[in-house]
């Protein structure tokens, strides 16, 4: 990770003897500075994430939450077995429901993604050339990305309503369907509902960050290929994109990562529904609905190993500028 | 030749028609709903035939609403301004200050803004209730900073890194002290990220459900979010879409209009620090 940059971004504080003083000045305040916001961050991220490791450790219940004990890894594993000689496991790493929910989560984590780099890609292309209204095109792609999660759930659950939907009416009467069909309930449409909504808002955000890395193609290479006489798809697939590709890494990893942790948008369109349930909508729902606070805590804890270790993948891939910038 | 570059030419512009429609029309049906109501509601009109605002009367005059949206509000603005002053101060350091142990911090920013929200539930539940702040805002304002802190810092520092050194060596020889050059130098200079990383944090403060839905516990102390996301009747023919699509579009508007107007420097502030606001 330590690279080039480090030692050429690192601020050339040139201290002859007579500035030490200074430097050791500027040093101290550095950290005063840098206190209320550490502090701040220990105590929101630091320490709330150490007590849900523990209490994935112990029994805790909301019912009565203070007294609660260490039980070891019986949260996620407990091999138990009976005088009949049966041997009965239970824990979260043996939970179907857990399972089913992991399966859920990386399918609509990898489809999504793919497509929102897809029609990123396109968009972007779009915006990179130039042409009359790029401004307005541009205005309206962010008009998905500004409006919250929240709503856009709640407009397309009214768009997709099996009874009075937009979707289902229009669908009719292009006889693409043949009766109405209850998109966001139905087991078969729900995942499909789910991640059609998402594409259609998070692609905004995988366009601008497309387009930020499109734009620092220099122009004469487009303009070389043009006197060679390469043809655009040629262009694309030999110039555009092996250039693009640090920029489409990042985003692709940054976007996957939050995929992986989706809640707000699932639990909202569809709820309790098996089919789309993520590890994030199962590990809130033991915590707080199911009375399962210990047994939740347990999944947060296995969701944040899952996602530390795409983390610490995306910092070396991504080869993060640690001196502040990317 | 001709022929085709005009065939190229209409394709291209259906191909741009297509993505603004499928950019701007679920907002716009949204707008046309909440202006219908009775039976025109379940109708699929793209204009209604009759523009109504009881929808809007109703939302504002019953339940929780407008007292949701002053949550909201100061809610969201507090968060702006906490993460800005915790971030100008912390992105000077890091920027312009050579000490032992600046990667390591700017490596836990980072760690941090990769957190998943559901990893620090279990632990901040405990700890606002333990400091009985749950069911207030400020148990809000505080959760909040695990997302807005991290990309603030690290936005702020990027751009404080790219000043020119120069303004503050001047500063120094006339012995300025390190606030003031933060408050004397730094800041008339800094307004463009201020105005970037303070909107994306607004935005970020003001979507929040996760913790909003489970920190509240009550109609008076929820969020705009959490108020939508709970209208609902009792059964799925009485669900008040008319109202939810008004209340949607309420608190919709003033994002789109605010991030219309500053896109340029949210698309800078986004791609700068490729995190999500």
């Known amino acids: 990770m330590a690279n080039a940059e480090l030692t050429t971004s690192i601020p050339v504080v040139t201290a002859p003897p007579r500035r030490s003083v200074l430097t050791r ?6 950290w005063l500075f840098l206190t209320p916001m550490l502090l701040v961050l220990i105590a929101v991220a630091g320490w709330p994430l150490l007590r849900t490791i523990y209490f994935g450790f112990t029994n805790t219940s909301l019912v009565d939450f203070d007294n609660h004990k260490w039980i070891g890894f019986a949260n996620y594993l407990q ?23 992991v399966w859920n989560t990386v399918r609509f984590a990898v489809i999504s ?3 929102e780099t897809f029609f990123g890609m396109i968009v972007a292309l779009v915006l990179n050339a130039e042409f009359r209204g790029r401004g307005v095109v541009r205005a309206a792609i962010l008009v998905p990305w500004a409006i919250p999660t929240i709503v856009s759930a709640k407009m397309w659950s009214w768009m997709l309503n099996d009874q009075f939907g937009i979707i289902n009416v229009v669908l009719l009467n292009l006889g693409i369907i043949h009766e109405k069909v209850a998109w966001t309930a139905s ?32 122009t004469d290479i487009y303009e070389a290929a043009k006197i060679d006489g390469v043809g655009p798809l040629k262009v694309f697939w030999r110039v555009t994109l092996p250039l693009v590709r640090p920029a489409l890494m990042v985003a692709v990893i940054f976007r996957a990562l939050d995929a992986l942790r989706i809640f707000d948008l699932i639990y909202v369109l569809t709820p309790n529904n098996a089919q789309t349930k993520s590890m994030s909508v199962f590990a809130k729902e033991n915590l707080f609905d199911f009375d399962k606070f210990a047994y939740g805590s347990a999944a947060s804890t296995l969701l944040f190993v899952l996602l530390a270790l795409i983390t610490i993948m995306y910092l070396w891939l991504g080869r993060v500028n640690l001196e502040g910038g990317r | 030749m001709t022929a085709a570059k005009l065939i190229r030419g209409t394709l291209f512009y259906l191909l741009v028609a297509v993505i603004v429609f499928i950019s701007v029309f679920p907002f716009y ?12 509601l379940f109708g699929t009109d793209l204009w209604p035939q009759v523009i109504s605002f009881t929808n809007y009367v109703l939302v504002f005059s019953s339940g929780s609403f407008p007292r949701n949206l002053l949550n909201s509000l100061f809610i969201s603005s507090t968060v702006v301004v906490l993460s800005l002053l915790l971030g ?42 333990a400091t009985h702040l749950i069911n207030t805002p400020f148990a809000l304002i505080f959760s909040y900073m695990i997302f807005t802190l991290p990309f603030t810092v690290w936005v702020l520092t990027t751009f404080v890194r790219d000043l020119p050194m120069e303004i503050e060596e001047a500063a ?3 012995g300025a002290t390190p606030w003031n050059i933060i408050i004397k130098v730094f800041m008339p200079l800094m307004w463009p990220a201020l105005v970037t990383t303070g909107l994306l944090a607004f935005i970020g403060a003001w979507n929040e459900f996760l913790f909003a839905l489970t920190f509240t516990s009550n109609n008076d102390q929820r969020t705009v979010p959490v108020a939508i996301a709970l209208l609902g009747g009792a059964s799925d023919f009485e669900i008040p879409w008319g109202q939810i699509m008004a209340a949607s579009v309420i608190v919709t508007v003033p994002l789109v209009v605010l991030v219309l107007i500053f896109q340029r420097k949210i698309i800078s502030g986004l791609t700068a620090g490729g995190v999500k606001g």
Do not use: N
């Open chain 1, 25 to 30: 000045q500027r040093v101290r305040s550095a």
């Open chain 1, 79 to 101: 091999i138990v077995q009976l005088k009949s000689g049966r041997i009965l496991y239970s824990g979260v790493l043996v939970d179907p429901l857990w399972w089913r929910s």
């Open chain 1, 113 to 115: 993604v793919f497509f």
């Open chain 1, 187 to 218: 087991a078969d449409t729900a995942m499909t509902a789910v991640l059609v909504v998402d594409i259609w808002k998070t692609t905004p955000f995988m366009t601008l960050l497309i387009l930020a890395g499109l734009q620092m193609i220099p």
């Open chain 2, 29 to 40: 049906y949204a707008i046309i709903t909440s202006l219908k109501t009775g039976t025109a």
């Open chain 2, 88 to 129: 100008i101060t912390a992105a000077y350091a890091l920027a312009r200050v050579a000490f032992k142990g600046r990667k390591v911090i700017l490596f836990a920013i980072l760690s941090v803004s990769m957190f998943p929200q559901l990893a620090v539930l279990a632990g901040l539940f405990e700890l606002v209730r």
């Open chain 2, 172 to 174: 120094i020889v006339d």
